[in-house]
């Protein structure tokens, strides 16, 4: 996907018999893998074959640049989102997780860990039920385990694409029984350094089909549309490249210019035991794409965090936060359990924000453009102690977007490129639009590279300081037996006083 108004020249590709040459074309990419459950190692399809149908997602924690028609998102790490066979265990899914991508020990199994998928859409009540994610930060562990155990070690073009899977920015893997196969995909939004694409596309098969196509976006007649232009051709049919254009309907989009086009996340200090997550907006201005357009937030939280929903249904503490409400929440909310306890991976959470109003967006302009805060409050779990007294905790940046339901009239048909099982689209109507904002990270000190510093917020939050337990159990012991002795002591002094004036009292009896 070459960028529109590029200087791109056909000369560029170049078809000859069973061969496509691609020579220096700046494009962004995606490869699409598609394989039968046979060609699979045995331990892979012998889970599968315990689910019903298993979507994978993983995200790259460095940011990038949405390309049309690659503009949905998700946030940094490994989502998956499951369905089990009816009446069937699925006691193969964890292991081969840890396996594959080296997923912590939250998961068990998906009874135990994975939590249930929140749909309120009707046209998603078919998708995955259960949703479960952890912070992977790369891909390592699947670049293994691709050329230990599918790559032949004499196979050097296989060893060679699974080391290439470092530089992805996202990973879908997805399988469902009714079809039997699975489905990878991977994304690059620009080529490795030269900073161009020179490859040789050969069909790699008799029963391979080789697809292979050179687009470009164009403008879209419709609002809901999107449209490219460029040239297709299937590797071993084709004799020579097939000039096309096509426009499809698409629930994803980037964000206009004057609704908001980037966001910042940080976690105000000192967190404390009570983190805050501000998200910044650069101006006040931010107009909706359209009149039903709303602005929400999706966060993925760690079991280490939770949100108090009922902390987030009042009214003035909303409004105070720059927040509108809270439209959909899920997972472990359990606002007392310490983290050691809690068995599920976390939560996720849908809140709608409130950004100004025109009318002060036009007094903050007159004066000068200033940025905008929404605030979401979250509370820390009791963590297990540490030698410092303090330890990390690690959470993804959420996602902002506009939502923006369409009229009953509009068909959104079938999108060769749409990204479904994200976890926030089945919160919406089938016929919502989504108008995504870029995350825009800081860059470390030194480095002026935005990328270098992630979409993952990473903080110092307080627990129980190791050194001290046995000091305080013995100090509480002391404290204990102090105290009992002080009231042992005053109940017998108290004895001892009525004793002897009683004894008194009798006394003079007897001499009067």
Not at 77 to 94: E, I, K, M, W, Y
Not at 176 to 187: C, G, K, N, T
Request: charged share 20%; glycine share 6%.
């Amino acid at each position: 996907m070459h960028p529109p108004g590029d200087q791109f020249d056909p000369t560029q590709l170049r078809l000859e018999n069973d061969t496509l040459h691609v020579e220096s074309l700046r494009a962004a990419r995606e490869d699409r893998l598609t394989v039968g459950l046979d060609e699979l190692p045995q331990e892979l399809w012998r889970a599968l074959k315990q689910c019903h149908e298993l979507h994978l997602r993983w995200v790259s924690p460095k940011s990038y640049p949405s390309i049309a028609p690659f503009v949905s998102r998700a946030s940094p790490g490994l989502h998956v989102f499951f369905t089990p066979q009816r009446n069937r265990s699925a006691d193969r899914l964890c292991p081969l997780l840890l396996k594959v991508f080296g997923t912590n020990t939250k998961c068990a199994s998906p009874e135990e860990s994975f939590t249930a998928l929140s749909v309120t859409s009707e046209r998603f009540t078919s998708t995955a039920t259960l949703q479960f994610y952890d912070l992977v930060p790369a891909l390592n562990d699947l670049i293994t385990y691709i050329q230990l155990k599918i790559c032949s070690p004499q196979d050097e073009e296989c060893l060679d694409k699974a080391s290439s899977l470092n530089t992805v920015n996202y990973l879908d893997i997805d399988y469902d029984a009714i079809s039997q196969s699975l489905v990878l995909s991977v994304f690059r939004h620009e080529p490795p350094p030269p900073g161009t694409w020179t490859a040789k596309f050969q069909k790699s098969g008799d029963s391979a089909k080789t697809e292979i196509g050179v687009l470009a976006s164009e403008k879209a007649t419709e609002p809901e549309e999107l449209s490219l232009g460029g040239f297709l051709t299937t590797i071993g049919e084709s004799t020579q490249l097939k000039p096309t254009r096509f426009s499809f309907p698409s629930r994803h989009h980037r964000s206009p210019q004057d609704s908001g086009t980037t966001y910042l996340t940080a976690f105000m200090l000192p967190t404390g035991l009570h983190p805050t997550l501000r998200l910044t907006f650069p101006s006040t201005s931010m107009r909706p794409p359209l009149t039903t357009c709303a602005l929400h937030t999706y966060l993925i939280l760690p079991s280490s965090l939770f949100p108090d929903k009922y902390q987030l249904s009042s009214p003035l503490f909303l409004a105070f936060m720059n927040l509108r409400g809270l439209r959909a929440i899920s997972g472990e909310t359990d606002l007392e359990a310490p983290n050691w306890v809690v068995k599920k991976w976390g939560s996720a959470l849908l809140m709608e924000l409130a950004p100004p109003s025109s009318s002060s967006a036009k007094a903050s302009r007159s004066v000068e453009a200033a940025p905008w805060h929404a605030s979401i409050p979250l509370h820390l779990r009791y963590l297990p102690p540490s030698q410092k007294g303090t330890t990390p905790i690690s959470v993804p940046w959420p996602l902002v977007f506009w939502a923006c339901p369409m009229d009953e009239g509009i068909k959104m048909g079938t999108n060769p490129f749409d990204r479904v099982h994200l976890g926030y689209e089945g919160l919406f109507g089938p016929r919502t639009m989504f108008y995504h904002l870029l995350p825009e990270p800081l860059p470390r000190v030194g480095s002026g590279d935005r990328a270098a510093e992630g979409l993952v917020e990473s903080v110092q939050v307080p627990v129980f300081e190791a050194g001290w337990d046995a000091g305080v159990g013995w100090g509480t012991l002391g404290l204990v037996l102090l105290a009992f002795s002080w009231v042992v002591g005053k109940l017998v002094g108290t004895t001892v006083f009525w004793g002897s004036t009683n004894e008194g009292r009798g006394g003079r009896r007897k001499r009067d």
